[in-house]
């Protein structure tokens, strides 16, 4: 049992896991309802909330992966691997490196179309953030898909991550979720 605890990410790694997870489905969910609204001063200021919400969650992704190459995270037990054939162990790691990288391209790309379409970024109205790229209305428009696209691939990969954890959970019963704050290993 000892070694079992010893599979679970530390106090730090759980929070910044849960934090970035409410700020991420929260952060589409809000960009998605604002995006169907007509143009009007309410709307105006829920994109401004919606690029807050982008650079916090870049700022928490840059301190999470500082954290992560830092801490190494904690060997999967020898119940989870028994669980999880190889084709599954190379879907886990894939799944969490395409996460990672959308962590920072799904912001990133948001400031870009911002700074493209002449709309500056003043984090929370009171930090002004320097342009990403330059003013240009063909950029902005060439890369407000790519940000949704973006977004939606990460959507995607967290159904998959949520799917495979409750998989892991129900079926395997090997202690996963444990590893992350729920459950008991």
């Excluded at 599979?7 to 790694?13: E, H, N, Q, V």
């Excluded at 301190?63 to 691997?81: D, E, F, M, V, Y």
């Excluded at 920072?104 to 984090?123: E, H, K, Q, R």
């Amino acid at each position: 049992m000892a070694s079992e605890m010893n599979d679970r990410y530390s106090g730090t790694a759980i929070a910044l896991h849960w934090l970035l997870a409410l700020m991420i489905l929260g952060s589409m969910a809000f960009g998605w309802y604002m995006s169907g609204l007509p143009f009007s001063p309410q709307r105006l200021k829920y994109y401004n909330w919606h690029k807050w919400a982008g650079i916090t969650i870049l700022t928490l992704s840059l301190l999470r992966l500082a954290w992560r190459l830092t801490h190494r995270p904690p060997p999967l037990s020898a119940r989870i691997q028994r669980a999880m054939p190889g084709w599954q162990t190379a879907a886990f790691h894939t799944t969490h490196r395409l996460m990672y990288a959308l962590f920072f391209i799904v912001p990133l790309l948001g400031w870009a179309y911002s700074s493209a379409a002449g709309f500056p970024i003043v984090w929370f109205g009171v930090l002004p953030l320097p342009d990403f790229v330059p003013k240009d209305k063909a950029l902005s428009e060439a890369i407000k898909p790519f940000h949704g696209i973006a977004a939606y691939t990460l959507l995607a990969l967290v159904v998959l991550h949520v799917a495979a954890a409750l998989k892991h959970h129900f079926v395997d019963r090997d202690g996963l979720l444990a590893r992350i704050g729920l459950g008991r290993a």
